[in-house]
Nanobody
Framework: QVQLVESGGGLVQPGGSLRLSCAASGSIFSINTMGWHRQAPGKQRELVAD???????NYADAVKGRFTISRDNAKNTVYLQMNSLKPEDTAVYYC???????????????WGQGTQVTVSS
């Protein structure tokens, strides 16, 4: 069984910081792109940032300069460092990863269960 488990969400004041983690576990042969998405109440899920296996990154305009995505390939883990948080960053944050599972062919998209981030004074 493959799992993506997120951690690090919580309540933070505007201007504060949080670091999200997402660890992939299970019968994994290879991991391609990993990413973070978010969904605020009443809004569609949107890409926040993603990172390829060789470290190339991509960010949504709304978070450029404030958020940093990184990964530890040895730990099958992706991180999202969030600084200068704003109330509009409040959302459920989901990680996803394109995984090549053992005894299968090709990459498939897998998602975590989500972690709540609330930015409020």
């Amino acid at each position: 069984q493959v799992q993506l488990v997120e951690s690090g969400g919580g309540l933070v004041q505007p201007g504060g910081s949080l670091r999200l983690s997402c660890a992939a576990s299970g019968s994994i042969f290879s991991i391609n792109t990993m990413g973070w998405h978010r969904q605020a109440p009443g809004k569609q899920r949107e890409l926040v940032a993603d990172i390829t296996s060789d470290g190339s990154t991509n960010y949504a305009d709304a978070v450029k300069g404030r958020f940093t995505i990184s990964r530890d390939n040895a730990k099958n883990t992706v991180y999202l460092q969030m600084n200068s948080l704003k109330p509009e960053d409040t959302a459920v944050y989901y990680c996803n990863a394109f995984l090549w599972l053992r005894r299968t062919t090709g990459y498939t998209d897998h998602w975590g269960q989500g972690t709540q981030v609330t930015v409020s004074s």
